[in-house]
């Protein structure tokens, strides 16, 4: 089991992620195009995008449990079954913290205002710094 290269796969796959979840918000946001018909969706995508957030919390949780685990499980028997584990967990995590940026790609089809769209970019944004490996649990 090496710690440095499993550190440095789940920083890698972070950044794909962070593309795969905010690539298609600000590229629907450049090119996008708005359908009147699609108008009276705005507020309701945009209060499901922020509901969408607090789905985040659970996966959180199980995220830095796992962490913890992965953490104490240094050069012992069961440190590949934490380490797996963990990326399962970070990987839920990850595809929840997505959700407010893809719910946001959806309403670039509305009439909802670019900063509403930029503001929930942002939250995904944040909610991904908090699923950084900690370079202390390599």
Request: with cysteine; aromatic share 12%.
């Amino acid at each position: 089991m090496n710690r440095a290269a499993e550190h440095g796969r789940l920083a890698g796959r972070w950044w794909l992620h962070l593309l795969l979840a905010l690539g298609p918000l600000f590229a629907l946001l450049t090119w996008g195009r708005e359908f009147d018909e699609l108008a009276v969706l705005a507020t309701p995508l945009y209060i499901a995008a922020l509901v969408s957030m607090y789905f985040t919390l659970p996966l959180f949780r199980r995220y830095k449990l796992a962490l913890i685990a992965a953490g104490k499980a240094r050069d012992a028997d069961d440190e590949p079954e934490r380490w797996s584990e963990l990326a399962r967990t970070w990987r839920n995590g990850v595809l929840g913290a997505s959700l407010p940026a893809w719910i946001g790609a959806l309403a670039c089809f509305t009439d909802l205002s670019g900063v509403a769209l930029i503001l929930l970019g942002l939250t995904s944004l944040l909610i991904f710094w908090l699923y950084r490996i900690p370079r202390l649990i390599v």
